[in-house]
């Protein structure tokens, strides 16, 4: 399977996951020049910033374990900018 489909397969699966839990997708690929978030998504309470990814059934690692302190700082300093153009009341994750 081509991985560039594969992962917008895995951002879909997300997505439609989140909307089961209550939330409504605002965005998906925000870009910036810092980086990009995956989905932003919000319910009555906080507006998440998700990055997701997608492993086959024989990888050997867990997802969390390719999202390094450098990827986490990205992710941060996009949500900020984020928030900083559409600001909210909302608590971020």
Known sequence: MNIGLFGLEGEE????????????IIAKNFQTRFGEIDIIA???EY????EVK????NSIAEPK???DSRKQR???????IYLAENPTEKQPR
């Not at 990205?74 to 900020?80: L, M, N, P």
């Open 47 to 50: 507006i998440i910033f998700v």
């Open 42 to 44: 919000e319910n009555k």
């Open 74 to 80: 990205k992710i941060i300093t996009t949500a900020e």
């Open 54 to 57: 997608a492993r086959g059934e």
């Open 65 to 67: 374990e390719f999202v």
């Open 13 to 24: 699966k997300a997505a439609r996951y989140l909307k089961k839990q209550g939330y409504k």
